[in-house]
């Protein structure tokens, strides 16, 4: 009989990730990729030691109330967290672990994929020719907002937005940012800072939002903040849905308030919202901000190095519970 923890892989991973988790744990897959419903998760859960889930799996209070004592260890293959409740987690003693910094690299690229693209009309653009429809061309024809030298907030200046930060400088913006904190001047490197996020807003022409989804920043991006950018503004998020209220971010596309957004996250998941995928000044992508081969080897090895840690008695360096 085997000794190695029994780990549960939700969802199909990288290979190397897979290969790698073979020789070190008993590893229940998934190679179809079939996304467990909350009761097959349960039952996947109950004979095992550990589990490395993505977003996609919702770990509530209700479920964790459920998880079985030998459960001892979530590894979560991802850096957001609003898909655990962590204080329920915490009170049942289950280690709760995530990826920081190897996803920040990718996630940068695609915000500056969907600043430029939404800015540039890409998606429209890319649908004339690929529909064949593209018939003329003229030099007021798809004219839209220059990027270089504009103004971009940031709100939240954690590692992606410290990489977004730098990226944008190679296309002369000016980088202001709100942060609980602020950086010290090397990590802020030219970025100016902003306590009052109502003070950034005023003044974004671009705006990307890189923070988490707690309790506190569920839906902030509302009606009255929006009413505070600068018209015609370019809205990008990488980060997650929840941040925005999606009826005052469709008001503000359809009136010209916000004249374009970048999309890589939505309030409902897979799928998106059909009034945003309407309008044609919404450049939009299904969440695969951290989707490179490099991104999902390094986030599948830094979860196994957490669950490595957990097992040879070691404190797991990305322990969030
Ligand atoms: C991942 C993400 O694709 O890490 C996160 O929080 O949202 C994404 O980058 C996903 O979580 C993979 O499990």
Redesign the pocket.
Known sequence: MSTQPILLITRKLSKNTEIRAAETYDVRLNPEDKLYTPDELLQKCQDVDAVLP??SELFSADMVAMLPERLKIIAN????LDHCDLAALKEKGIVVTN?PEV?SDA?AEISMLLMLGAARRASEGDQLVRSGKWEHWSPSFMVGTQVTGKKLGIVGMGRVGQIMSKRARGFDMEVHYHNRTRLSSELEDGAIFHEDLDSLLSVSQFLSLHCPATPETTGFFNQEKIALLPDGAVFVNTSRGALVDEEALINALKSGKISAAGLDVYLSEPGGNPALASLDNVFMLP?I???TFETRDA?GFRALDNLDAYFAGKEPNDRVA
């Open positions: 993505c977003h293959h991802s850096v957001g990826t996803l996630t969440h901000g951290s989707a986030m």
